[in-house]
């Protein structure tokens, strides 16, 4: 399953330290209609990780929509993950 993050910034948040804070716990960025991605294969995995990621969420304070999708039922065209260095 893939659970993907749209976020939706404040006035006065830094969108590069949020990435950097997202991406210090292994979350994927994208570049398409999606912001970053979870994949997880069981609730619990799915529970965990979320975790880490409500922390940040709620770190910076930003706005934000979930959806998941299973990997059948999605339309992967846009699927283009972030060049990291």
């Known amino acids: ?14 969108p590069a330290e949020f990435a950097s804070a997202m991406q210090e716990i292994n979350m994927t960025m994208l570049f398409g209609p999606h912001d970053f991605v979870i994949e997880w294969d069981s609730y619990d ?8 990621v409500l922390e940040v969420l ?16 999605e339309d992967l065209s846009f699927m283009n993950v972030a060049m990291t260095e």
């Open 58 to 73: 709620r770190r910076f304070n930003v706005n934000y929509r979930l959806q998941t999708f299973e990997e059948t039922e």
């Open 1 to 14: 399953m893939r659970t993907y993050i749209d976020i939706i910034f404040t006035p006065g948040m830094i």
């Open 45 to 52: 995995e799915f529970k965990k990780k979320f975790k880490k």
